[in-house]
C-alpha cells in the first residue's frame, strides 16, 4: 500500500536552535499513528513541521506531493487538518462559527449545513452549544470543538497535539473512542502527539518513539505494550 505521509531525514530549527535530527517515518492511509516522547523531545515541533510552520530541511511528502516551500494554507488545502496543543478555538466566535471556519477552504460550501450536522452527531453536546460563545464552552468541549472544526475541513490527514492534555479522565475516554469511531467510519489518517502513552498506544497500530529530536523506537503499537522494558525506560508505566 502507498503511503500517504513520508518523512524522510527532516531537520527542524528555532532559529539558530536544531530540534529535530533527521527524523524519518512514514503514514499508511486510514491508519492511526502516534508519536511519543518527553516534553522537549520535539512532538510538537514535528506536526509543525508537517505544517510548515518552522523552518525545515529534508524531505516531506503527501500522497506523493512534496509539502515543502508550501505555505500552511496550501498544506491545509492538500487534506491535513491540524488540531494544536491548547485548543485554538476562536473565543469570541460561537460554536457555529468556529465550524464554518473549519471549511473556510473548500469550495463546494452546499455540503457545509450538512458537515455541520455530521459534527453534531459525533459530538452531541456542540448542537446544544450551537449559538454560545466558544470561550464559554468547558475544557472539553473546546478541545471537542477543536476537532470538529478540523474535520469541517474534510481533510484525509488529522494531526492531533496533545488531545487528552487538561481534560478529566472521562472526557480523555469519551474523546478517544470518538476518534476511534472516526477513523474507522471515515478512514480519516491520524498522526497523534501525546504524553499519555497507554492511552495513545491502546488507540494508535503503529508508534515512534521521539528522544532529543531522534527517533529511537518504532513498530506496532502491540509490541510498545507488551515490552515491558520499553514501557519502563521510555514510557513511565
Request: hydrophobic share 40%.
Amino acid at each position: 500500500m502507498k503511503n500517504l505521509l513520508e518523512v524522510i531525514d527532516l531537520d527542524a530549527f528555532y532559529g539558530q536552535s536544531k530540534v529535530l535530527h533527521r527524523v524519518q517515518f512514514s503514514l499508511k492511509p486510514g491508519g492511526i499513528t502516534t508519536i511519543l516522547g518527553a516534553n522537549g523531545a520535539g512532538k510538537t515541533t514535528t506536526l509543525r513541521a508537517i505544517c510548515r510552520m518552522v523552518h525545515t530541511k529534508g524531505k516531506i511528502t503527501f500522497d506523493g506531493d512534496s509539502l515543502v516551500g508550501k505555505s500552511t494554507e496550501e498544506v491545509s488545502c492538500c487534506g491535513i487538518a491540524h488540531v494544536p496543543e491548547g485548543r485554538g478555538t476562536f473565543e469570541r466566535l460561537t460554536t457555529r462559527e468556529n465550524l464554518q471556519l473549519g471549511a473556510v477552504t473548500r469550495k463546494r460550501k452546499s455540503e457545509i449545513e450538512s458537515d455541520i450536522e455530521r459534527m453534531h452527531s459525533y459530538f452531541p453536546v456542540l448542537k446544544e452549544r450551537h449559538y454560545q460563545q466558544a470561550g464559554t464552552l468547558s475544557g472539553g468541549e473546546q478541545q471537542m470543538l477543536a476537532v470538529a472544526r478540523a474535520l469541517m475541513l474534510r481533510p484525509r490527514l488529522l494531526l492531533l497535539d496533545e488531545p487528552s492534555f487538561g481534560l478529566a479522565p472521562k472526557l480523555v475516554r469519551e474523546l478517544f473512542e470518538i476518534l476511534r469511531h472516526i477513523n474507522q467510519k471515515e478512514k480519516v489518517c491520524m498522526l497523534i502527539v501525546e504524553q499519555n502513552a497507554a492511552l495513545a498506544l491502546d488507540l494508535a497500530d503503529h508508534a515512534y518513539l521521539l528522544e532529543t529530536g531522534k527517533i529511537v523506537i518504532s513498530g506496532k503499537a502491540e509490541i510498545f505494550k507488551s515490552d515491558e522494558s520499553v514501557r519502563r525506560s521510555y514510557l513511565g508505566y
